[in-house]
């Protein structure tokens, strides 16, 4: 079966991992994939998808926005699709009663992370729930976001279950070398390692890491924790470290899939704190590497990390003591430690197997092609499927101009706007010129009131000056 996948980006992410893996596991059992990436972008992670299928489109390279649906609906024609899913894609979203109505007989699936409430009242699930009568079926990584979904009006017997997963034999401790990996990065043959691997951003709460591993320390415990990632938190890190002279607290910076799976190995503790999580994938990743989590108790990860094998937080006023507690907890008691490991390890090659998820999403897809054909499900109106056009156009053009705007400093189309409008321009990119290093950490601030206020005056700015 010829199968599409619509997604953002191409790129390193957790969403984006899963896809990466999705497109293995989908194609390893006989299927045909086309992939659509809908953002402009560098798309980084480019060559390890075109492994596995040269059928990939960046949307935004080779057609202008006002083609971007008539091109989808072209491409699952020309392709003769057996089904789509979309992943994380608004303009796939967008587009979907458009594709429905050109595309009648083709189902359409779509996978789902995490909640998130601070955007669209809930992210891609509730953007997923008002597109329901275009979709054959929901595909969701924890019985928590379905139960999220259900209770938001969602019909049971189109939201199904898929945990992301991860494959066991990639990511095994047995093949790592612990002592060499250790002997490399200069760290004591007996002193326990905690790691931290995640974007340097808010949701991911590095600030309360740092303030963890500093009653840590306080508290006499012996340990080296690893801070492995990039972000606009960095800065603010590296400073505290020094001020607080937090000697066995390394930031590593951004590092590579391969390095993370040998830092695990060389770890005995993985630290993620995090506002809010659908179920991040370096926990299956530490638990995988037989590393114990000591995590937060949000979205669906207590589905993954039970007791036995690791600890979960949950959040309350005085979070930041019971990690200490934990994390405390685990440094002083070595056989305990190895013991939650090794059973975090046999919970994923018991239940978290890549293979396991590459052959569920494989049942649920032909099931979606059988359910389809048998519904018989209603096809949208013209009317509908024009405006969903017109709503899948508008999100490109916007998602060109930002770029434009906010990455790149402009573009040769410029001297085709106003006077006005290049006036406005120019004010705009001055005042980025100065402000961008603030405007970078206000941007990753994920719940802040003030980041959604200035992300829609800037939106709004950049419908004016590039209005088409």
């Not at 390692?193 to 974007?199: E, Q």
């Not at 002083?332 to 046999?346: E, I, K, L, N, S």
């Amino acid at each position: 079966m010829r199968i599409l996948l619509i997604v953002p980006f191409l790129k390193m992410g957790g969403a984006d991992r899963f896809n990466l893996d999705l497109a293995r596991m989908l194609t390893g059992r006989g299927h045909t994939l086309s992939i659509v990436a809908t953002l402009p972008g560098t798309h980084e992670w480019h060559p390890q998808f075109a492994v596995i299928t040269p059928d990939i489109t960046l949307l935004s390279h080779i057609a202008r926005p006002e083609r971007h649906p008539a091109f989808l609906r072209d491409l699952i024609r020309s392709r003769s699709t057996g089904a789509v899913i979309v992943s994380n894609s608004q303009l796939g979203y967008a587009a979907l009663p458009y594709l429905r109505a050109h595309c009648p007989d083709v189902p359409f699936l779509d996978f789902l992370h995490m909640e998130e409430e601070h955007w669209h009242n809930g992210g891609y699930p509730q953007i997923s729930l008002e597109q329901a009568r275009n979709l054959d079926l929901t595909i969701v990584s924890s019985q928590h976001l379905r139960a999220w979904m259900l209770a938001r009006g969602g019909d049971p017997a189109r939201i199904a279950v898929c945990y992301t997963s991860i494959d066991q034999d990639a990511w095994n401790p047995s093949c790592a070398g612990r002592d060499a990996i250790r002997q490399a990065l200069d760290l004591p043959h007996n002193e326990p390692v905690i790691l931290f691997a995640a974007r340097l951003v808010p949701q991911k709460r590095p600030r309360m890491v740092l303030d963890v591993l500093q009653r840590c320390s306080n508290a006499g415990a012996r340990f080296t924790a690893l801070i492995a990632g990039d972000g606009p938190e960095r800065g603010w890190l590296e400073r505290m470290i020094r001020r607080r002279r937090l000697a066995q607290v390394r930031i590593l910076g951004a590092v590579s899939n391969d390095r993370v799976r040998e830092l695990l190995a060389a770890s005995d503790i993985f630290f993620l704190p995090s506002a809010h999580e659908g179920i991040a994938l370096t926990l299956y990743e530490a638990m995988a590497m037989g590393v114990v989590p000591v995590a937060a108790d949000v979205g669906g990860q207590r589905e993954l990390v039970t007791p036995d094998c690791g600890i979960l937080i949950p959040p309350s006023g005085d979070e930041t003591t019971a990690y200490v507690t934990a994390i405390i907890g685990l440094l002083t008691d070595p056989v305990r430690r190895a013991a939650m490991g090794g059973r975090a390890r046999q919970r994923i090659v018991d239940h978290f197997r890549l293979d396991l998820m590459g052959d569920r999403m494989d049942a649920f897809i032909r099931h979606a092609v059988e359910h389809s054909v048998r519904a018989g499900r209603a096809t949208p109106a013209p009317e509908e499927a024009e405006r969903s056009a017109i709503e899948a156009i508008q999100l490109a053009r916007l998602a060109r101009n930002v770029a434009r705007l906010w990455e790149t400093g402009g573009y040769a189309g410029d001297v085709d706007l106003s006077p006005a409008r290049r006036a406005a321009l120019w004010i705009v990119r001055s005042a980025r010129k100065h402000l961008r290093p603030w405007y970078r950490r206000l941007a990753a601030r994920d719940d802040s009131w003030l980041r959604r206020g200035v992300l829609t005056v800037r939106d709004r700015v950049v419908r004016w000056v590039y209005r088409e």
